[in-house]
């Protein structure tokens, strides 16, 4: 499981998700000053990783398609929304000599990431404040991660010819992000939304047809949080909602559950990633 390394920084995880959406508010309003509940939730994530089923099978989708770097090890890395740093972590421990940019506009996850990097003593990533539809580097990176980021973002488009520009030639850039029309299980999520999201997401399709026209070349393309996923994902909001022990009683199981979806192909997903690469004769 994923997020390990992230035990002992429960209030940064916790500011994370409940800036998701207002109705986690109230639930994640909770007392981590006692030290006996605080060593419970380390040691809890110390197992566990991040209860947070979005979170796990993001990052496993994502390390599943490493193969696709192996033939070509990057030394260049941008994250490109980073976040806590998950992604970039993930690359550094697959590729140790790689060179990590991660970039986001989120300040107080920036400040996180820089004094995480600093307790933990992980060199090579470095991070910064950067609006990615301003970027403005060309031919300086062998690969981009991009994951569940371009939902936020007016201006996409931009931000994915910047993606195209700041790549190498025969470089990778690996995209994830929601599909619109997205089935729900559950009542109470058929009108949620992330609040800091400008769209619904992207439909494959019709994406696909966009990064080609911009001279990207499709490796690999699939649909992700198939009827398994998605109702791990809706049942694991569910109790997080509820209460924070009993989504961390019943993570372990739904998370098992949700697994079928590697398993059980599914047409329809919630989400969508891309693998493309930058092929220029």
Request: aromatic residues 14%.
């Given at each position: 499981m994923f997020g390990r390394e992230f035990a002992g920084f429960q209030e940064t995880l916790l500011s994370s998700f409940v800036s998701m959406n207002k109705d986690y508010r109230k639930v994640g309003k909770v007392n981590l000053s006692g030290s006996l509940l605080r060593a419970l939730q380390r040691l809890y994530i110390a197992v566990f990783g991040i209860p947070e089923i979005g979170f796990q099978y993001r990052a496993k989708y994502f390390s599943d398609i490493f193969g696709y770097f192996t033939a070509r090890p990057p030394k260049t890395v941008l994250d490109a929304g980073v976040g806590i740093g998950l992604s970039a972590l993930m690359i550094k421990k697959r590729f140790p000599g790689a060179k990590i940019l991660g970039t986001d506009i989120d300040r107080g996850k920036l400040a996180f990431l820089t004094e995480f990097l600093k307790v933990k003593k992980i060199r090579g990533i470095s991070v910064k404040y950067e609006d990615l539809a301003k970027m403005k580097k060309k031919n300086e990176f062998d690969l981009i991660i991009n994951i569940d980021v371009?939902?936020?973002?007016?201006?996409?488009?931009?931000?994915?010819?910047?993606?195209?520009?700041?790549?190498?030639?025969?470089?990778?850039?690996?995209?994830?992000?929601?599909?619109?029309n997205q089935r729900?299980?559950?009542?109470?999520?058929?009108?949620?939304?992330?609040?800091?999201?400008?769209?619904?997401?992207?439909?494959?399709?019709?994406?696909?047809?966009?990064?080609?026209?911009?001279?990207?070349?499709?490796?690999?393309?699939?649909?992700?949080f198939g009827i398994f996923g998605s109702l791990a994902w809706e049942l694991n909001h569910l109790t997080l909602s509820t209460s924070f022990v009993i989504a961390g009683l019943t993570f372990p199981a739904i998370y098992l559950f949700g697994l079928l979806d590697f398993v059980v192909p599914d047409k329809q997903g919630l989400c969508a990633y891309y693998l493309l690469r930058k092929n220029e004769k």
């Open positions: 371009l939902e936020h973002v007016k201006d996409y488009s931009r931000v994915l010819e910047n993606f195209y520009r700041s790549l190498k030639n025969g470089g990778l850039v690996y995209i994830h992000t929601p599909q619109p729900r299980f559950f009542k109470r999520f058929v009108k949620w939304e992330h609040e800091e999201h400008v769209r619904e997401g992207y439909e494959i399709t019709e994406l696909t047809k966009e990064l080609e026209s911009m001279g990207f070349e499709i490796v690999k393309t699939g649909r992700t």
